[in-house]
């Protein structure tokens, strides 16, 4: 029995593990450069513009976000949501900013890193960037952390058009010009806080750098639509901050994604899956349980492969960018087609739901996905509240079925992994059920 167990686990990927550790580095780099009287900012995460500005101004970039989902992993959240409880945050409000809030109030009372904090800690800030993308916490959490840290804000805006505003004459012009305005504000910010210029030839490479990153890390995502699909989803999740936090020199992380490329292709073409049998292939949308990850073992050793995950934490569809020649432009237009890649084609199929719910349907068609699993949030109603969308629009365009197990990323109470494993055993029979009625409506899978 220990030896078929065995053989049901994961296949981690050998190249996941130097992409993991240097986000895990990124900590032990921010504590060595405060100790030395260093700069460090505290970022929440702002898709590659303001990173790559803080890199070219050598700050020392640490990402409450990730280390929420950190905290969450190592078993130490519950005590920092619990100071923020007590200061009267709502246990309602992103686990994410209630986990930092309470590692900050720890911190102040402490007079340091909390004792005991995972990797390290967070060590004082000497700025924090904050940015209006998304989500609905963003304004007042960095502006609570007054309360705790005695540290400047910016704030980075964008616009956020819908499908058929995007497509108004001027709009994309209008907007990549606004993301180049907040760019330029954050480096002028940043050059009197701290006293020097920016070196614009080496901004420009780290931009040059970050969009090779972004194009190669994307490829690698691309080869997943093998059958059976060579990564799980386990490292995606492990991957994908150094990307989207970027945790070091693009260059030398977009070196160990093509080494990912590499492992990952040669698995495709030996039609190696991730896991021993492929009997399903699933999607995952939106956050993961940070706290339970090992759920997922539980589910690969039923033979459930899962292929594809939020498009969301996924780098943007490739554009041309050779004619762009001003690099603040470059990267702005990365940042843009993040957030309508999906549109065009939205667009031509009048589904106008935009970058939250349409994507998923391109995604189960590309992968071809047996079913999705929706993760409701209590805390965060910006991953959550198109969910029920998703379910409605994979069922009736692509009879591809939907899951929902309600949990948190952060709090490990909302989360019932022993309920989620009934529910799961269940689905299967629908899984099948809907692969027959695919094959009758003549789809491709």
């Not at 936090?245 to 977009?254: E, F, I, L, Q």
């Not at 049998?277 to 690969?300: D, I, T, V």
């Amino acid at each position: 029995m220990a030896e078929e167990k065995k053989k049901r686990v994961i296949n981690r990927l050998k190249t996941m593990y130097p992409l993991r550790a240097l986000v895990d580095g990124t900590y032990e780099k921010a504590i060595a450069a405060s100790r030395e009287g260093k700069p460090v900012a505290w970022c929440m995460v702002n898709w590659w513009g303001g990173d790559a500005i803080l890199r070219a101004m050598d700050v020392a970039a640490i990402y409450p976000e990730d280390y929420g989902a950190v905290c969450a992993a190592f078993g130490a959240a519950p005590a920092y949501l619990a100071s923020a409880d007590a200061d009267g945050f709502p246990t309602h409000m992103c686990g994410y900013a209630r986990n930092c809030l309470g590692y900050a109030a720890q911190m102040k009372e402490s007079g340091d890193i909390p004792p005991e904090a995972p990797m390290g800690g967070m060590p004082r800030p000497t700025l924090l960037l904050g940015s209006g993308y998304f989500c609905d916490t963003r304004y007042k959490w960095f502006q609570s952390l007054g309360r705790y840290l005695d540290a400047p804000v910016w704030v980075l805006e964008m616009p956020h058009p819908g499908v058929k505003e995007s497509r108004l004459k001027g709009a994309r012009e209008h907007d990549i010009s606004f993301l180049v305005a907040e760019l330029e504000g954050f480096i002028s910010f940043l050059e009197r806080l701290l006293g020097r210029k920016v070196d614009r030839d080496r901004l420009t490479e780290i931009i040059d750098d970050t969009i090779e990153m972004n194009r190669v890390w994307h490829e690698v995502n691309e080869l997943r639509r093998a059958k059976p699909c060579p990564m799980h989803s386990r490292d995606f999740w492990s991957s994908m901050p150094a990307a989207l936090y970027m945790a070091a020199d693009p260059r030398v992380t977009a070196g160990l994604y093509r080494e990912m490329y590499d492992e990952v292709k040669s698995m495709a073409d030996s039609h190696l899956g991730a896991i021993p049998e492929e009997k399903y292939r699933l999607a995952f949308a939106e956050l993961p349980p940070w706290h339970s990850l090992g759920f997922f073992n539980q589910l690969a050793e039923r033979g459930w492969n899962f292929v594809v995950e939020s498009w969301a934490y996924h780098p943007p569809k490739p554009i041309d960018l050779t004619r762009v020649t001003n690099p603040l432009e470059r990267i702005a237009s990365l940042t843009y087609q993040y957030f309508t890649g999906y549109f065009e084609d939205a667009f031509a199929t009048g589904d106008w739901w935009g970058y939250f719910a349409h994507p998923y349907l391109e995604l189960a068609r590309e992968y071809r996905c047996d079913g999705i699993m929706l993760h409701p949030l209590l805390t965060c109603r910006t991953a959550t509240n198109h969910l029920m969308v998703v379910q409605d629009q994979l069922m009736k365009k692509l009879k591809v079925p939907s899951l929902i197990i309600e949990g948190d990323i952060v709090d490990l109470n909302l989360f019932d992994p022993a309920d989620a494993l009934r529910k799961a055993e269940t689905f299967e029979e629908t899984m099948s059920h809907y692969r027959k009625v695919r094959q009758a409506a003549g789809l491709a899978w």
